[in-house]
T-cell receptor
Framework: EAQVTQNPRYLITVTGKKLTVTCSQN?????MSWYRQDPGLGLRQIYY???????DKGDVPEGYKVSRKEKRNFPLILESPSPNQTSLYFC????????????FGDGTRLSIL | DQQVKQNSPSLSVQEGRISILNCDYT??????FLWYKKYPAEGPTFLIS?????DKNEDGRFTVFLNKSAKHLSLHIVPSQPGDSAVYFC?????????????FGTGTQLKVEL
């Protein structure tokens, strides 16, 4: 089954404690992306990757890092989480070309206290 | 600056009637437009798309209309069913930038009532 898998689904943690949210896809997609969803703001892109070892900032990259060492994995790293990063996070993947539907994971709800 | 706007946060429709969800955009470089549906505790799922060379695309009960001169698109659901109750996001993409970046609207909560 084609899918994007995120872990964990829920996490409550404290300010400053480094955390990683994993994302894995089994569709051999080149393009992967992280979004955060906040009330009244829709989904905003944090970082994206066009292929292995190629990553770039999206619209709201501050406080986040990513890596793409393998095609299937695209982890999101919060080195020093702060309360304003409390949000619902989605990972997505698609073929490289514009206009291709992106497949989304089921989301990770992060609460930073 | 919100390049994709969904001005109606919510919409309530009776079962069997038509649901019309609207979306406006400001970036004339957008050339692909997509609609996603999202249920609680799940990720968005792709519904239907349209490229800028078309003005209409239909898939079963779902039809998307694009008016490029007005920079406006709409999603029609006919007939509406209770299972259509969800948040609907409009998204846009431009091929000239490389890759597949999607810019999303803020979403419209559709409620289909019995």
């Amino acid at each position: 089954e084609a899918q994007v898998t995120q872990n964990p689904r829920y996490l409550i943690t404290v300010t400053g404690k480094k955390l990683t949210v994993t994302c894995s896809q089994n569709m051999n997609h080149e393009y992967m992306s992280w979004y955060r969803q906040d009330p009244g703001l829709g989904l905003r892109q944090i970082y994206y990757s066009m292929n292995v070892e190629v990553t770039d900032k999206g619209d709201v990259p501050e406080g986040y890092k990513v890596s793409r060492k393998e095609k299937r994995n695209f982890p999101l790293i919060l080195e020093s989480p702060s309360p304003n990063q409390t949000s619902l996070y989605f990972c997505a993947s698609s073929p490289y070309q514009a206009g291709q539907p992106q497949h989304f994971g089921d989301g990770t709800r992060l609460s930073i206290l | 600056d919100q390049q994709v706007k969904q001005n109606s946060p919510s919409l309530s429709v009776q079962e069997g009637r038509i649901s019309i969800l609207n979306c406006d955009y400001t970036n004339s470089m957008f050339d692909y437009f997509l609609w996603y549906k999202k249920y609680p505790a799940e990720g968005p799922t792709f519904l239907i798309s349209i490229s800028s060379i078309k003005d209409k695309n239909e898939d079963g009960r779902f039809t998307v209309f694009l008016n490029k001169s007005a920079k406006h698109l709409s999603l029609h659901i006919v007939p509406s069913q209770p299972g259509d109750s969800a948040v609907y996001f409009c998204a846009a993409s431009e091929s000239s930038g490389g890759g597949n970046k999607l810019t999303f609207g803020t979403g419209t909560q559709l409620k289909v009532e019995l």
